[in-house]
């Protein structure tokens, strides 16, 4: 009879091989696909604070996020803010400038002042997990952290006496039994779970229409030119925010330049006009129309048109004397009106923009009012807005408070199925050769070391067993812990 000592392992050099490779292939991918950034990974984990990505990300998610080689337009990525001390910040690309990326949280109405550099990105969302800050956190805290430590430390005391306890009789039985099936049913489960994933995801569309908001903006500019004799009053022709005075212009060339913007695409035309609404503080006005409405194509627009003075000045006299209501100042208001239609991302378009550049006339001079605190005249005009389109987006997978995308679950499902099919094979070609004999075989295979020899059996209320020696009775005695 040969001896094995305890915790021998005596499996063949070639399963001990495989099952070594399994480990490390396994070890190996789990740690392309998850390995954190901080130690060489090309993950990254964000814990979500606040609600500018709102409907989609929440207050509390841990989202995982990837390195990309290039991003574009539409992704959602996590950049390093320097404004804010360098915090990590996960908002979506809405645009390029100068070279760095213009970002802008989906629940937010404005840009993020701060536009990163391709450096200061992080990754692009990989996964998101609903509520996963606060698991991750609590296992960050001390206390937790000690608790876990110590049912660690708790379950390897226990299983080490335990296995003292059983040592020698479960490396006999190791040493004679076949292989085990647990090794082999479990790969087998999971070659069901990764294939099943891996078959589901592949039936999904990999992107999937919804809606979301489209955001765009408008600006103007007005301008206003003359042609003044030179002398005391005027070194130059007129310019805009120059005062007109009355007795040395009669006439006022006025323009506004609109301009649609978008980093979406976008297809725009439309119709503009201009007048100048004479008016009154008691609510009398008087327009006079500048640009006929025209048409335009394209994202910009250029309107021109003459301000007479003459009878900007003969209407205020009629005026005065019809109604016997003389006032020192009368305001002149530069009205464009823009109306723009046809497509942005997707989605019909229908807007408009009514600026205005408020001036005022007296007897002598037509002047822009001034901005705020004293400022020069606002001479440009801006507004933002949102359109709802819809829009392609990476379709997720919801499996409990685990949300992944197709497109991760294609890969997991591919990567764990082919590495648990691995196991199967490696582990699961043993464990049948040992049963393909009969049962006698089967049964000295599995339960050699635990035999034992016998002559003769008697007794009435026990069994008497007649055996060959005192190493016979040493193994009875080892496997029911008894003392010979």
Known sequence: MRSR????????????????????????VG???????????????????????????HTGDLVMVREQSTYHGGDVVAYVNQDLGGAVVLHRIVGMEDGRYVFKGDNNDFIDPYHPSPSELVGKLWVRIPAGAGVLQGIRDPKNAAVIVGVLMLMGVGGTTARRRRGRHEARTSGGRGPSPTIPALAGILVLLFGGLALFAFTQPENEQAPTSVPY???????????????????????????????????????FDYAFESDSDHNVEGTASMDAVLGQTNGWTHTIPLVPEQTFTGDRAHM??????????????????????????????????????????????????????????????????????GEPPELTTTSSDRVLAVADRAKELDAGPLHVTVATARYVGLVGGIAALLALILFGIPFLGAYRKDEASRIHARYGPLLVPTRSVSGINGALAEMDGIEDLVRIADRYDRLV
């Open 304 to 373: 021109t048109g003459t301000l007479d003075l003459d009878e900007v000045r003969s209407a205020i006299t009629d005026v005065e004397r019809l109604t016997g209501d003389a006032v020192d100042v009368y305001s002149v208001t530069l009205e464009p009106r823009v109306h723009a239609t046809g497509t942005l991302g997707g989605a019909a378009l229908d807007v408009s923009f009514h600026p205005t550049l408020p001036m005022q006339i007296d007897d002598t001079t037509l002047q822009a009012l001034p901005g705020s605190d």
């Open 217 to 255: 903006g408008q600006s103007g500019t007005f301008a206003y030119e003359a042609h003044a004799p030179r002398g005391p009053v005027y070194q130059r022709d007129i310019q805009a925010g120059d005062p007109v005075f009355l007795k040395l212009v009669d006439r006022l060339r006025v323009s």
């Open 31 to 57: 740690w392309i696909a998850l390995a954190p950034h901080q130690l060489g990974g090309s993950v990254s984990y964000v814990l979500t604070q606040g609600n500018s990505m709102e409907p989609n990300i």
């Open 5 to 28: 000592r305890a915790g021998t392992d005596t499996r063949p050099t070639w399963l001990r091989v495989a099952a070594t490779t399994v480990l490390v292939v396994t070890t190996i």
